[in-house]
RNA sequence: GUCCCCAUCGUCUAGUGGUUAGGACUCCGCCCUUUCAAGGCGGCAACACGGGUUCGAGUCCCGUUGGGGACGCCA
């Protein structure tokens, strides 16, 4: 028990917990329309019948030294049951839309949308955008689409049109969805809380503030904000009358607040730690802490999960949540998701990785960078964002300066990874391992590690969520794609890559008409780890999409089986060629076997023949099963790649 | 500086007092083979450290070390 530890309490004492609960409830007064809280099983209270602390002296023993309950899992399971039963669990996703959707918050939206289906309740989204200089509604429209491609269909939230389905709606009546169109409810809340003395107007000034946190950290002590002793409630209030530019402040009562989090147990914060945090910024918009309150009461969000870098939070929350006789949800605190290099993932690691570049480019080559990048990016955005560590370029234009310097920025938005030909079933599969394991063994005693999104919808549960932090492995994500691509039937295969290419590479289907495109897409099948990878320009399929007389010849290729062999390669095309302009019919099958003929007529391995006419038709010495590669081509093609390679490679 | 969280192969993890510590990814080897893949088989590799508790500790407790998070009129 951390807060027995920190405060130095001694044990946890179950009747405190209950005085502080019962004074909590003595000022409750349920929200009009809307049911009395009903008392749960909650808290020490709630957990002692099931854990029988004062039965096992063991056990005793080890809560006076102060352990933290081991036991608590289990029952909350048993409570989870009896939720169940008695009331419809709702959870959200709650993104402020400052930017594309995150694979951090694609988890955290995931788990969400997890234990909604798995439990029978409801997932909702709600925009968190009381920040006005930073939301946008481009930001919102992203995001909305990334999760409604990943297949985290939300019940509750903005409308979106998806191909199949409509998201969203407002079935129960708890909109608006935008904070920002909340702001009548969030003033009530707060002239309710200013009236009864728990919130109060504070007039220091930013800077004011910022002078007495360097002050703070000089001497080094810890800064935090509490009602001054000689507070005059009425002059403060009759100077937000007046009009003077204030920000509310909430009251944190002193005394230490306990949060259970269903992953990582029983928190407590002490009152040394506490201080009565901003709920309303000068603005007139509430802080992100009021507004979470005030809209997962009011949208009777019940599960609360959300990352570990809330876990401070969360007393604000649930002091805000007893003053205003809420009902508490249960939290739970998701681990952080990591880069491989040990630093946590953020949304900004694109624009570190670009800045960088973008700074050695310009070292090495002033003008020239410039002269490159001038074109799609404006100047001044650019340099400013070249001197700003923390700004963010959009989307665009960072991807405009990876295509124009010819770099590989990580991806770390989900649309970075649709880019990169990823199914969504594999990113969220990859996702849901990252915290979480079903913890089931298949017929060979091996851990299940493939499930799809439906049946994580089955299986998920917070018990079997790990508590600590995790990196994100690319090279597994890109096995999993792998595994999963050449486990689908060729349709399928075909179909998911055909619909990729149609968003980010619609050149590429132009080259392959007919019959070819599905051959072509079934021999690249096994021979792609992405989507992405049978258009790459350097893969195995990249001979399909170029002219015929475009592609060049590797010279090392053409060195190893064009010019040596007795007879050489080069002297072999002239007959192959003659077989393969008569050849009926120009298929996988019957080429193979002509091929195979003249090896044989001329008392050679197959190896002898294929790769020279490979490297003549590719310009490389790897490409798909010979028969595959020239029905791929079709026949006029074969010939007129014949005539260039016997022209072009001549012996010198 | 204060507070909080975390700790099993390089990585993701299984493991809830008695296991030869299991799986997956990566890497390496072999097989298959007209190339490249794919596929099959096999291998390397971990309980951070120190104290307790216990007949017995990866599992429970304490400490150390290491990693991470928070300390905004961002969310």
């Given at each position: 028990m951390?807060?027995?530890?920190?405060t130095?309490?001694?044990?946890?004492?179950?009747m405190?917990?209950?005085?502080?609960?019962?004074?909590?409830?003595?000022?409750?007064?349920?929200?009009?329309?809307?049911?009395?809280?009903?008392?749960?099983?909650?808290?020490?209270?709630?957990?002692?019948?099931?854990?029988?602390?004062?039965?096992d002296?063991?056990?005793?023993?080890?809560?006076?030294?102060?352990?933290?309950?081991?036991?608590?899992?289990?029952?909350?399971?048993?409570?989870e049951?009896?939720?169940?039963?008695s009331?419809?669990?709702?959870?959200?996703?709650?993104?402020?839309?400052?930017?594309?959707?995150?694979?951090?918050?694609a988890r955290?939206?995931?788990?969400?949308?997890?234990?909604?289906?798995q439990l029978?309740?409801?997932?909702?989204?709600?925009?968190?955008?009381t920040?006005?200089?930073?939301?946008?509604?481009?930001?919102?429209?992203?995001?909305?689409?990334?999760l409604?491609?990943?297949?985290?269909?939300?019940?509750?939230?903005?409308?979106?049109?998806?191909?199949?389905?409509?998201?969203?709606g407002?079935?129960?009546?708890?909109?608006?969805?935008?904070?920002?169109e909340?702001?009548?409810?969030?003033?009530?809340?707060?002239a309710?809380?200013?009236?009864?003395?728990?919130?109060?107007?504070?007039?220091?000034?930013p800077e004011?503030?910022?002078?007495?946190?360097?002050?703070?950290?000089?001497a080094?002590q810890?800064?935090?904000?509490?009602?001054?002793?000689?507070?005059?409630?009425?002059?403060?209030?009759?100077?937000?009358?007046?009009?003077?530019?204030h920000?509310?402040?909430?009251?944190?009562?002193?005394?230490?607040?306990?949060?259970?989090?269903?992953?990582?147990?029983?928190?407590?914060?002490?009152?040394?730690?506490l201080?009565?945090?901003?709920?309303?910024?000068?603005?007139?918009?509430?802080?992100?802490?009021?507004?979470?309150?005030?809209?997962?009461?009011?949208?009777?969000?019940?599960?609360?999960?959300?990352?570990?870098?809330?876990?401070?939070?969360?007393?604000?929350?649930?002091?805000?949540?007893?003053a205003?006789g809420?009902?508490?949800?249960v939290?739970?605190h998701?681990?952080?998701?990591?880069?491989?290099?040990?630093?946590?993932?953020s949304?900004?690691d694109k624009?570190?990785a670009?800045?960088?570049?973008?700074?050695?480019?310009?070292?090495?080559?002033?003008?020239?960078?410039?002269?490159?990048?001038?074109?799609?990016?404006d100047?001044a955005?650019?340099?400013?964002?070249?001197?700003?560590?923390?700004?963010?370029?959009s989307?665009?234009?960072?991807?405009?300066?990876e295509?124009?310097l010819?770099?590989?920025?990580p991806?770390?938005?989900?649309?970075?990874?649709?880019?990169?030909?990823?199914?969504?079933?594999?990113?969220?599969?990859?996702?849901?391992?990252?915290?979480?394991?079903?913890?089931?063994?298949?017929?060979?005693?091996?851990?299940?590690?493939?499930?799809?999104?439906?049946?994580?919808?089955k299986?998920?549960?917070?018990?079997?969520?790990?508590?600590?932090?995790?990196?994100?492995?690319?090279?597994?994500?890109?096995?999993?794609?792998?595994?999963?691509?050449?486990?689908?039937?060729?349709?399928?295969?075909?179909?998911?890559?055909?619909?990729?290419?149609?968003?980010?590479a619609?050149?590429?289907?132009?080259?392959?008409?007919?019959?070819a495109?599905?051959?072509?897409a079934?021999?690249?099948?096994?021979?792609?780890?992405?989507?992405?990878e049978?258009?790459?320009?350097?893969?195995p399929g990249?001979?399909?999409?170029?002219?015929?007389?475009?592609?060049?010849?590797?010279?090392?290729?053409?060195?190893?089986?064009?010019?040596?062999?007795?007879?050489?390669?080069?002297?072999?095309?002239?007959?192959?060629?003659?077989?393969?302009?008569?050849?009926?019919?120009?298929?996988?099958?019957?080429?193979?076997?002509?091929?195979?003929?003249?090896?044989?007529?001329h008392?050679?391995?197959?190896?002898?023949?294929?790769?020279?006419?490979?490297?003549?038709?590719?310009?490389?010495?790897?490409?798909?099963?010979?028969?595959?590669?020239?029905?791929?081509?079709?026949?006029?093609?074969?010939?007129?790649?014949?005539?260039?390679?016997?022209?072009?490679?001549?012996?010198s």
């Amino acid at each position: 028990m951390a807060g027995a530890r920190s405060t130095g309490l001694g044990p946890r004492d179950p009747m405190r917990s209950r005085r502080v609960h019962q004074r909590a409830r003595s000022h409750r007064s349920p929200p009009p329309g809307r049911p009395a809280p009903h008392p749960r099983r909650r808290g020490a209270s709630g957990r002692k019948g099931w854990t029988l602390p004062a039965l096992d002296p063991r056990r005793s023993r080890e809560r006076a030294v102060g352990m933290r309950q081991r036991q608590g899992r289990r029952a909350h399971r048993i409570e989870e049951g009896h939720r169940r039963m008695s009331e419809l669990v709702v959870t959200r996703f709650a993104p402020s839309p400052t930017g594309h959707l995150h694979v951090g918050g694609a988890r955290t939206a995931l788990f969400n949308w997890a234990l909604a289906r798995q439990l029978g309740g409801r997932f909702l989204v709600r925009i968190e955008d009381t920040d006005q200089a930073r939301s946008s509604a481009d930001a919102v429209g992203g995001i909305l689409e990334d999760l409604a491609w990943l297949g985290l269909d939300w019940d509750d939230g903005p409308d979106l049109e998806t191909a199949n389905a409509t998201l969203g709606g407002d079935e129960r009546g708890i909109g608006p969805f935008y904070q920002s169109e909340r702001k009548a409810g969030y003033d009530a809340v707060i002239a309710s809380l200013i009236e009864r003395d728990l919130a109060y107007p504070a007039f220091e000034s930013p800077e004011e503030l910022d002078g007495l946190r360097r002050e703070a950290r000089a001497a080094k002590q810890n800064f935090r904000y509490r009602r001054a002793r000689e507070f005059d409630r009425e002059t403060a209030l009759q100077r937000a009358r007046d009009g003077e530019p204030h920000v509310v402040r909430f009251r944190m009562p002193e005394e230490e607040i306990a949060v259970e989090d269903r992953i990582l147990g029983q928190i407590a914060f002490g009152e040394d730690q506490l201080d009565d945090f901003v709920i309303r910024k000068r603005d007139g918009f509430p802080t992100y802490h009021l507004a979470v309150v005030v809209d997962d009461e009011a949208m009777g969000v019940t599960h609360v999960l959300r990352g570990q870098e809330h876990l401070g939070n969360t007393p604000r929350h649930v002091a805000l949540q007893r003053a205003l006789g809420y009902r508490e949800p249960v939290y739970a605190h998701l681990p952080v998701i990591f880069n491989p290099d040990g630093s946590k993932m953020s949304k900004r690691d694109k624009d570190k990785a670009g800045r960088l570049a973008v700074r050695e480019a310009l070292t090495l080559d002033e003008a020239g960078t410039r002269a490159r990048l001038d074109g799609e990016l404006d100047p001044a955005i650019l340099d400013g964002w070249i001197a700003d560590k923390k700004a963010q370029l959009s989307g665009t234009d960072l991807a405009s300066i990876e295509r124009l310097l010819g770099l590989e920025l990580p991806g770390i938005d989900v649309e970075d990874f649709r880019h990169a030909g990823y199914l969504p079933e594999v990113l969220v599969n990859f996702l849901a391992l990252l915290g979480w394991s079903p913890g089931q063994k298949d017929a060979e005693g091996k851990d299940v590690e493939r499930f799809t999104p439906g049946e994580l919808a089955k299986q998920f549960s917070l018990e079997r969520v790990g508590k600590g932090n995790a990196k994100f492995d690319r090279a597994k994500l890109l096995a999993f794609s792998q595994e999963t691509l050449g486990g689908q039937d060729d349709a399928e295969f075909q179909a998911d890559w055909e619909t990729w290419c149609e968003r980010y590479a619609p050149e590429a289907l132009g080259h392959l008409q007919g019959s070819a495109r599905a051959r072509f897409a079934a021999a690249m099948k096994p021979r792609s780890r992405t989507l992405a990878e049978p258009t790459s320009a350097d893969g195995p399929g990249a001979f399909a999409l170029v002219g015929d007389d475009t592609y060049g010849f590797d010279p090392k290729a053409v060195g190893k089986f064009l010019d040596k062999g007795e007879p050489s390669g080069r002297q072999l095309l002239p007959e192959l060629r003659q077989v393969l302009a008569g050849l009926e019919p120009f298929e996988p099958e019957a080429i193979e076997a002509a091929v195979g003929a003249v090896a044989e007529a001329h008392c050679l391995g197959m190896g002898k023949v294929a790769q020279p006419l490979r490297v003549a038709l590719t310009g490389r010495a790897a490409s798909p099963a010979l028969g595959d590669t020239l029905a791929i081509l079709g026949r006029e093609s074969v010939l007129r790649r014949i005539d260039r390679c016997l022209a072009e490679c001549s012996t010198s």
